[in-house]
């Protein structure tokens, strides 16, 4: 048959996250040969620019992640010449038409597959795929979308965009990312979980006394102002990243790793959800803070955030699962910006040891005593499990030990951005690791009724200082149920 060719177009090629994410993605995809053979970049965006000042706007991002001093510029040089430009606006078929005349060029004679990241505001969302599906008349080649986040900022609005994306697109055309499903350590949670004996049977409610989902970043939302205050970080966190991870740690083992076992799974697990409760949240906002001579802004002093502004930068939950593998075992999340540090893990407790002989050496912190297992999804990737540990001596002392999985120290090399991985599996038709549309329904369905909650009755965020490790109200929130934050003890 003939060949085929794809043409990838970022849509919203000046903002952000193009720069600094979706064009080096594709990029490092380039470098280690990932790419089909003929492939063509397109960026579009409203701004008028040439394709040279494109190349130049994202040559600076681009990085060679292996050998770094051979081929490098060779290779930056011949995908830099693959990528062009072409302006236009968002909601005009005239102009996607347009695009589509020029991606045709690239496809003659070829089975032409093409490739669309929205990378622009929900609110245009619709029209662009409007548009991008009236203008690719690749009738033997597939066309598929990848959207990001906010998918609304509700059941309701979010239901709504799906059925306009609908109009227009399959859902099998419709690539919905969350950028922490392409993270290393978040694939490999399935791996953890169904290729290990050792933690397998230990999955559930009879040995796991509790489940930490923990998100700080150490910088406050600088720049962002303007978008975050609309959202918040419980639909800008929870409601995704770290409900994502929920599902996959939670999910009954699934027929296949098919994208649709799994996410028939990741389904079940959510729709087994209780709806988060208002007296299950904790919220925060970030205050102004001095610290060594500088002072660090206050959420609320970012000039496009109203000053009277409610908006949550730090929220944690307690959230439960009503099955019988679950049910009763608190998940509790934390999700924080402006903190002390940055990090993302996942905390598993276990359950004290019945009838522990040791017990009097733990005095009456038995809790203390339990084994934990950390999987640091960033920075600084581990798998660590804490064990109780002989002293070595002739006494009997014991010691809180880590059995560590540390991956810079065992595995070489760079560990490849999550957008290389999603990318990678959208050009391939991986579905796996997006979001199909009833994940969505059924994680916006648990969250929606808090939200409105928390915004009619205007409750006010706990304030704490830029660079603190958050609210303390999100410790009386996890002693209710006997839980003890694992980063803090
Ligand atoms: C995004 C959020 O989805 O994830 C941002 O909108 C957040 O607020 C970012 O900073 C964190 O991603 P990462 O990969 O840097 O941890």
Known sequence: GAESTVTITVVGA?????????????????????????????????????????????????????????NCGDKTE???QRCFYHSGQYKSEDDFRELDKKLKEHETGRVANRLFYLSIPPNVFVD??????????????WTRVIVEKPFGRDSESSAELTKGLKQYLSEEQIYRIDHYLGKELVENLSVLRFSNLVFEPLWSRQYIRNVQLIFSEDFGTEGRGGYFDNYGII??????????????????????????DIRNEKVKVLRSMMPLQLENIVIGQYKSHVKGGVTYPGYTDDKTVPKNSLTPTFAAAALFIDNSRWDGVPFLMKAGKALHNRRTEIRVQFRHVPGNLYKKKFGTDLDRATNELVIRVQPDEAIYLKINNKIPGLGMRLDR???????????????????????LDAIEGERRLFIRSDELDAAWSLFTPMLKELESKKVAPELYPYGSRGPVGAHYLAAKYNVRWGDTS
């Open 14 to 70: 000046s903002g952000d996250l193009a720069k600094k994410k979706i064009f080096p993605a594709l990029f490092a995809l380039y470098y280690e040969g990932c790419l089909p053979k003929h492939f063509t970049i397109y960026g579009y965006a409203r701004s008028k620019m040439t394709d040279a000042e494109l190349r130049n706007i994202i040559s600076g991002k681009l990085t060679c992640r292996i050998d770094k001093s051979e």
């Open 78 to 80: 011949e995908f830099l």
């Open 128 to 141: 662009v795929a409007r548009c991008a599906s009236c203008s690719s008349s690749s009738a033997n080649g």
């Open 235 to 260: 639909r800008d966190i929870m409601q995704n990243h770290l409900l994502q991870i929920l599902a996959l740690f939670a999910m009954e083992t699934p027929v296949s790793l098919d994208g649709e």
């Open 401 to 423: 030990s880590n059995l560590n999985l540390h991956y810079a120290a065992r595995y070489s090399g760079e560990i490849p951005d999550a957008y290389e991985r999603l990318l």
